[in-house]
């Protein structure tokens, strides 16, 4: 084959638009010497000409090196590294593009002229109960998300704000930009931010608490039925706020930072919770079903901070040290009697 019908064909294959005749001729050609080279001079022709598009993101990366990788596997008896896995990431922004179906990057930049500006994808990201998990979005900004939550999100943000949804907890640590404002959704509140670390609670049903570790924090709650907000808090380190959505009654209290950066770590601080609130955190977190058979110690308040990264039955028998309260372990039952 001549090298401009080769590349045709290599552009074809990585696009998965190949005729079984033509993946024959991908199996002998990916035999002979000089394919590595021809393969990266095909990439290194589409990056020049598509690096100054946005890049892309790490699900669009991990979906498309599976979908290569198994290609590869399927047409060489011997799989070999056709596309070196050191210039994987270097071409992800062009991939990405091939993912989405389209065979060439003219026919790609035609249509993105045609429809105007571009659509940007929303992603989301959602913890079962037991199961935590660290996203980091297009800003480099850092969210720690909480067991049983998730947060919506776009791919890259564009505009003037940066905005997200949540459901749940999560602990942020957001990229400073005094051009765009990092806003995080939960319902009727709003909260505001340049460049500054937080927690956010936010189930549903549940008061909405916003605490800050470091930086400057605006808070703000939607005007029912106005279309307006207007401000409940501006918050420095160690201050918080929990918003009653239901009285629309608003409380001030103090948290020092060290307890909101070690939920990050999994350290689990309860300072005059009642029993039975807590006992929820741990249903979240260990994913068990905890039912406490006498209502009255539920009304406990407790001052303790338990280790999340241990085994459940650690903390349950600090409980019991504590509470004088016996326990009963039935497959993900947990009874406190």
């Known amino acids: 084959m001549a090298q401009e019908t080769d590349k045709i064909l290599i552009r074809k294959f990585i696009a998965g638009n190949c005729t079984s005749q033509e993946q024959e001729r991908m199996k002998i050609f990916m035999e002979q010497p000089g394919s590595q080279e021809l393969f990266n001079q095909v990439m290194d022709e589409d990056w020049r000409a598509f690096k100054k598009e946005a890049p892309a993101t790490d699900e669009y990366i991990l979906s498309f090196q599976k979908r290569l990788n198994k290609r590869l596997d399927e047409n060489c008896a011997k799989p070999s590294p056709v596309i070196s896995r050191i210039n994987f990431y270097k071409y992800a922004a062009v991939w990405t593009v091939l993912i989405l179906g389209v065979a060439t990057y003219g026919v790609w930049h035609t249509k993105k002229v045609a429809v105007g500006p571009e659509t940007i994808s929303m992603l989301s990201s959602h913890n079962p109960n037991g199961q935590r998990s660290t996203i980091t979005l297009s800003d480099s900004s850092v969210v720690t998300l909480g067991a049983g939550s998730s947060i ?173 309260a016996g326990y009963i372990i039935k497959d993900k039952t947990v009874i406190i009697q």
């Open 152 to 324: 919506s999100y776009p791919e890259r943000f564009t505009g003037n704000t940066r905005e997200i949804s949540l459901q749940g907890e999560a602990f942020f640590e957001i990229t400073k930009n005094p051009e765009k404002p990092f806003i995080v959704q939960t319902g009727d509140v709003q909260t505001k931010v340049l460049g500054t670390s937080f927690k956010i609670e936010a189930f549903k049903g549940q008061e909405i608490a916003v605490a800050v570790a470091t930086g400057k924090v605006q808070v703000n709650r939607k005007i029912a039925g106005s279309g307006k907000s207007e401000s409940l808090a501006v918050l420095l380190p160690g201050d918080a706020i929990g918003f009653n959505p239901v009285t629309g009654l608003a409380t001030n209290s103090n948290i020092p930072a060290i307890e909101l950066t070690g939920w990050k770590k999994g350290k689990l601080t309860f300072t005059g919770t009642s029993l039975s609130e807590m006992l929820k955190v741990l249903e979240r977190w260990y994913n068990v079903k905890i039912e406490l058979r006498n209502k009255q110690i539920g009304r406990y308040r407790m001052n303790i901070q338990l280790d999340g990264t241990r085994p459940l039955t650690q903390s349950l028998e600090i409980l019991k040290a504590t509470t004088k």
